[in-house]
Antibody, heavy 126, light 104 residues
Framework: QVQLQQWGAGLLKPSETLSLTCAVY????????WSWIRQPPGKGLEWIGE???????NYNPSLKSRVTISVDTSKNQFSLKLSSVTAADTAVYYC????????????????????WGQGTLVTVSS | EIVLTQSPGTLSLSPGERATLSCRAS???????LAWYQQKPGQAPRLLIY???SRATGIPDRFSGSGSGTDFTLTISRLEPEDFAVYYC?????FGQGTKVEIK
């Protein structure tokens, strides 16, 4: 049974860097994309980006200048850093396993997210 | 960049009724690449359907997906009390804005 468990700071001040980590238990770490998706309070889902086991990344263009996703295959973990946060970055952040990727125009995307972490509410407030 | 538009925004139905949710893509997508999720308050989304019509593991057969090109549909044949939730479609990095299925 695959489980994703995530953790990180829940309260940040504007201009700080958001940092979250997600550990994967069970299942294979390779062959999948490891993803971050966020959801502002009361709103829909926004894809942040993803990484595969070899470190190949793909980011949301609207966040690309501030986002770094990294992977530690020795620990079956992957991490998200989002710099220079503002109140607009307040959201529940989810890690997820992306399956069945397809590639187009040099970018690869997951076709489904089949396992999700529990979510972390990150609030940005002065 | 593909934009997914879901309709209606809210669907008010009674238990036992049939729910039909729509997801329209701004450009044609392969049906292999369309997924549906269910989200309940305070919970992470749950994968229901992938490849437009394949049910994920453990999903009851009252949930079905169909469609191709730019128009896709999620159907819940008979609503159970636990089915009242928000539903999202997804293709690659795009999510629809969601359809809330509420109790009438």
């Amino acid at each position: 049974q695959v489980q994703l468990q995530q953790w990180g700071a829940g309260l940040l001040k504007p201009s700080e860097t958001l940092s979250l980590t997600c550990a994967v238990y069970g299942g294979s770490f390779s062959g999948y994309y490891w993803s971050w998706i966020r959801q502002p309070p009361g709103k829909g889902l926004e894809w942040i980006g993803e990484i595969n086991h070899s470190g190949s990344t793909n980011y949301n263009p609207s966040l690309k200048s501030r986002v770094t996703i990294s992977v530690d295959t020795s620990k079956n973990q992957f991490s998200l850093k989002l710099s220079s946060v503002t109140a607009a970055d307040t959201a529940v952040y989810y890690c997820a396993r992306g399956a069945d990727p397809y590639c187009s125009g040099g970018s690869c995307y997951s076709n489904r997210y089949d396992y999700w972490g529990q979510g972390t509410l990150v609030t940005v407030s002065s | 960049e593909i934009v997914l538009t879901q309709s209606p925004g809210t669907l008010s139905l009674s238990p036992g009724e049939r729910a039909t949710l729509s997801c329209r893509a701004s450009q044609s997508v392969s049906s292999s690449y369309l997924a549906w999720y269910q989200q309940k308050p305070g919970q992470a989304p749950r994968l229901l359907i992938y490849g437009a019509s394949s049910r994920a593991t453990g999903i009851p057969d009252r949930f079905s997906g169909s469609g191709s090109g730019t128009d896709f549909t999620l159907t819940i044949s008979r609503l159970e009390p636990e089915d009242f939730a928000v539903y999202y479609c997804q293709q690659a990095s795009a999510f629809g804005q969601g359809t809330k299925v509420e109790i009438k």
